[in-house]
């Protein structure tokens, strides 16, 4: 079992930049992939980008592309979100998750998640 945290959300102008963490309990964190997703009300939970278990690979969706430095610090358990350029349309819930293998674009493919830090981007 592995138990995840995030925290770090809040609320921002836009053009801003937060940094949220995920800080894991459990299994050994460096066997994990770890990813970031979010949710924004009435719509579907989506990914941000994954990290793989060393740190060495990150792969950036789209939508964030560009403004995004997914990080993890193996010793300290926890996984970094750098958003900078902060746009209204990023305001969601963002989640991390784990899982045991390469990353997955599949959500349901993600075995751990966190509950959740709201971000609020204001215009």
């Known amino acids: 079992q592995v138990h995840l945290v995030e925290s770090g959300g809040g609320v921002v102008q836009a053009g801003g930049s937060l940094r949220l963490s995920c800080a894991a309990a459990g299994r050994t964190f460096s066997n994990f992939a770890m990813g970031w997703f979010r949710q924004a009300p009435g719509k579907e939970r989506e990914s941000v980008g994954f990290?793989?278990?060393?740190?060495?690979?990150?792969y950036y969706s789209d939508s964030m592309k560009g403004r995004i430095t997914i990080s993890r610090d193996n010793a300290k358990n926890t996984v970094y979100l750098q958003m900078n350029s902060l746009k209204p349309e990023d305001a969601a819930v963002y989640y991390c998750?784990?899982?045991?293998?390469?990353?997955?674009?599949?959500?349901?493919?993600?075995?751990?998640w966190g509950q959740g830090t709201q971000v609020t981007v204001s215009s």
């Open positions: 990290i793989n278990w060393s740190g060495t690979s990150t």
């Open positions: 998750a784990a899982r045991s293998a390469l990353w997955s674009t599949r959500l349901d493919e993600w075995t751990y």
